[in-house]
């Protein structure tokens, strides 16, 4: 074998892998389902927001089966899941990112992200300062859930003001999230993402508008995305969705929060720019700092 460099989904433009069919059943077990690969996590597991929307399966005899992986990255790997109630129309397909463990989690800025995050525990605040093997874990459990909790959030402020877009965030289990897969639901294609987009004047501008607009929300809501750029950015049915929130910054609490803001700009700004949109990368930061009261 090789050696090299591992390469991963998110370093370059490649489409998210295609989906394929889960391994077959080796041999009986008592506690698994009569088909799938396991019965539903949903018992137990943290739920999104309410209202829920209806494709989302919440019954006890709903079984989960994995179709293949659909993106590796340095943080996390995401998988297609299908949810269902056998021998019904009941299914969902869900995509399920699973955060590597402490030790093989690549995560390289954690510093600078996790300023203005706190636990009550010093103890595990030390461990986590240290990166021991425990404050890791600890790390890991803290993208998590932050993932989880800003996608909650911003799904609500998009139901309720259509001005940004999120995949709904269906449960958090330890260090798995269960999303709303966004792309071909017969198929299993993902969206594309921005930056594979191939697209006329029009639809350009139009994406950008969508764009201001849901930087304009996370300024509101004094957050930034934190590293942001057109290869977390998918394109569904016209419309821009965010993805990728496990870095989500408190503009107020971390003191680079104004700085965080400004790179989202510029990296979003530059790749319209490219394509001969207008874009007024300075006015918007600066409007943004305001709507997010930082200045």
Aim: glycine share 8%; proline share 5%; no cysteine.
């Amino acid at each position: 074998m090789r050696r090299g460099k591992r390469k991963f989904d998110d370093d370059n433009e490649s489409d998210f892998l295609k989906w394929g069919a889960a391994e077959p059943r080796l041999q009986e077990d008592p506690d698994l389902p009569p088909e799938g690969d396991h019965w539903s996590t949903w018992d137990g597991a943290f739920h999104g927001p309410e209202p829920r929307p209806d494709w989302v399966r919440t019954e006890h005899a709903a079984v989960d089966a994995e179709l293949g992986i659909l993106k590796t990255g340095k943080e996390a790997d995401v998988y297609l899941v299908r949810r269902y109630v056998p021998e019904t129309d009941k299914i969902s397909l869900l995509a399920a990112k699973r955060y590597r463990d402490g030790d093989h989690r690549l995560f390289h800025r954690d510093a600078g992200y996790l300023d203005g995050r706190r636990v009550r525990r010093s103890r595990e605040m030390r461990a986590m300062t240290n990166r021991t093997s425990f404050g890791k874990e600890l790390i890991a459990g803290q993208w998590a859930a932050a993932e989880f909790g800003a996608l909650s959030h911003l799904w609500q402020v998009g139901r309720e003001s259509d001005l940004i877009r999120v995949p709904y965030p269906v449960q958090l289990i330890g260090t798995e999230l269960l999303l709303e897969f966004i792309g071909d639901w017969e198929t299993g294609e993902a969206a594309p993402r921005l930056a594979q987009v191939r697209a006329g004047r029009d639809e350009l501008e139009d994406l950008w508008r969508q764009m201001v607009d849901a930087l304009s929300v996370l300024a509101r809501v004094q957050v930034a995305h934190g590293d942001l750029s057109p290869y977390n950015t998918m394109v569904h049915d016209g419309r821009l969705v965010l993805i990728d929130l496990p870095q989500i910054i408190d503009v107020v609490a971390n003191p680079q929060g104004a700085d965080f803001i400004a790179r989202d700009v510029k990296n979003v700004a530059a790749w319209f720019t490219s394509r001969g949109v207008h874009t007024d990368t300075e006015g918007l930061i600066e409007r943004l700092l305001h709507e997010a009261g930082l200045l």
